[in-house]
């Protein structure tokens, strides 16, 4: 483990970064960075864990995670081996619960059974009572004819009074979105504005998030934005936004908003006409 984080030290050392920007960059605690950085994998939650936070480090350093975490899966398998005599300690407590949980199980579903079951022959009983007492809906057949009365008046009035047509106002044209391609880091969309340019805005709902935004190929804000800030930008052409951690922000295109990144790795987002 001692090889792989002291390979993630470097690459972050040689880029200028602290624990600290790491740690806003993946939203992963300082301690588990330094667990990695250190090859002390013991105070991980989980071995899924491990690989998820190596992962994301090296994102965020600029790398490929996957290919890290394959290039290093030995690692992890010896990980694995370690603490597989647990995994078969724990088995026979799981096997002798099993077998006792089974029969609530199939009491569970015999209660839900007889409860649905009760529950549709009250309603058909409700509604016979209710066609008895003349409550029910009208027949399909008189609803037919009443709208067709509605729909002979209506048309009759717009005869009477031909100018109610030419008092209808044209559609407003909107500005419209579709979605190009999508991956893990990045996302593309192809806007047509309704006018000459089209406003994008940026804010964050969520607790904080980096940014590096280019504006028709000019860099116009990097740097860290906290919960409730936002940021309006007028875009002609394009622009390309790469966030440190995408559940935390969202974007509206024309007052449209974008689906929210799920993803918690860096991803890049790129919007052109």
Not at 13 to 30: A, H, N, P, V
Request: aromatic share 10%.
């Amino acid at each position: 483990m001692k090889e792989l984080g002291e390979f993630l030290k470097n690459e972050r050392i040689k880029k200028g970064l602290t624990l600290e920007e790491i740690q806003e960059i993946t939203k992963i605690r300082i301690r588990y960075l330094k667990a990695i950085e250190d090859g002390d994998f013991s105070i991980m939650p989980a071995l899924v864990y491990a690989k998820g936070f190596v992962k994301s480090y090296a994102e965020a350093l600029g790398l490929d995670g996957n290919e890290l975490v394959k290039k290093y899966e030995y690692l992890f398998q010896e990980k694995e081996e370690e603490t597989l005599p647990n995994i078969e300690t724990n088995s026979s407590y799981k096997k002798e619960g099993r077998d006792f949980s089974q029969f609530f199980l199939t009491l569970k579903k015999a209660v839900i059974f007889v409860l649905v079951i009760g529950i549709i022959g009250y309603g058909f009983y409700y509604f016979i009572n209710q066609v008895k007492k003349g409550l029910a809906p009208i027949p399909q057949q008189n609803q037919s004819e009443a709208s067709t009365y509605s729909e002979d008046k209506t048309d009759l009035e717009n005869k009477t009074n031909p100018s109610q047509e030419s008092n209808v106002s044209q559609p407003k044209v909107n500005t419209s979105i579709e979605k190009i391609s999508e991956t893990s880091k990045k996302i593309e969309y192809k806007v047509v504005p309704s006018g000459e340019s089209y406003k994008v805005e940026i804010s964050v709902p969520g607790e904080k998030c980096w940014f590096s935004i280019k504006v028709d190929e000019n860099v116009v804000f990097e740097g860290l934005m906290t919960k409730d800030m936002s940021k309006i930008f007028d875009v002609k052409d394009s622009i390309t936004i790469l966030m440190g951690y995408p559940p935390a922000v969202k974007i509206t295109v024309d007052g449209e908003e974008l689906p929210t990144v799920q993803t918690p790795s860096p991803v890049t987002i790129n919007i052109h006409t």
